[in-house]
């Protein structure tokens, strides 16, 4: 069953199956080859009655999880390291996963109206534009954001193609993630795994 982006979808995939007796063995979460993904019928009425999906948002995971990726990212919020690219690098993650739409469809109790149709279009056009400034960087720029004075973030909104209001709202949301992530890290402890 091909174009099951939506819950919707879902439901008539149950009900086919219901009424023929026949099993859906995969569906087309997108238009690529790599998006055929095994079709759970207990899984999509969980997503249904906005339970979520809880397994196959840990199974998406552990798929792309890298774990030296995950190591070296420990280190660096232990040491105060962690840097523009490393933040474009986490989005990157959440994209690979099928974007903040998907994910959050997969966590129960987010399966009101309004979080799916405004908070999540505006959370991935956030992405987009946030990739577009950072990727408007020097490598210098991306590892050093101390150097960011007006000069540099007005050639970097002019480069992205954005107001020079967004480049210091990219710079906030990284600075706010920083402080998050170092929550999670003491000297000597190690990330649970999920957390990675």
Not at 57 to 74: Q, R, S, T, V
Not at 91 to 118: D, F, N, R, W, Y
Not at 147 to 172: C, D, E, H, M, Y
Request: aromatic share 4%; no cysteine.
């Amino acid at each position: 069953m091909t174009k099951m982006d939506g819950d919707s979808r879902g439901g008539a995939a149950l009900s086919v199956k219901k009424v023929t007796g026949k099993p859906i063995k995969f569906v087309g979460m997108g238009e690529k080859m790599n998006e055929l993904e095994p079709f759970h019928p207990d899984r999509m009425a969980s997503r249904i009655l906005g339970m979520g999906d809880m397994m196959t948002l840990i199974e998406e995971a552990e798929a792309k999880f890298d774990e030296e990726k995950a190591i070296e990212l420990e280190r660096k919020l232990q040491k105060n390291k962690f840097t523009l690219e490393d933040f474009l690098d986490q989005m990157q993650q959440v994209k690979q996963m099928g974007g903040l739409t998907k994910i959050i469809s997969m966590l129960p109790g987010q399966h009101t109206k309004e979080v799916k149709e405004a908070d999540l279009e505006k959370g991935e056009q956030e992405f987009i534009i946030m990739e577009a400034i950072i990727r408007s960087m020097t490598r210098q720029e991306r590892e050093n954001p101390n150097i960011l004075n007006a000069s540099r973030r007005k050639r970097i909104a002019a480069g992205s193609g954005q107001p020079v209001s967004k480049v210091n709202n990219t710079i906030k949301k990284y600075e706010e993630s920083k402080k998050m992530m170092k929550k999670f890290t003491k000297p000597g402890a190690k990330l649970p795994k999920m957390f990675r």
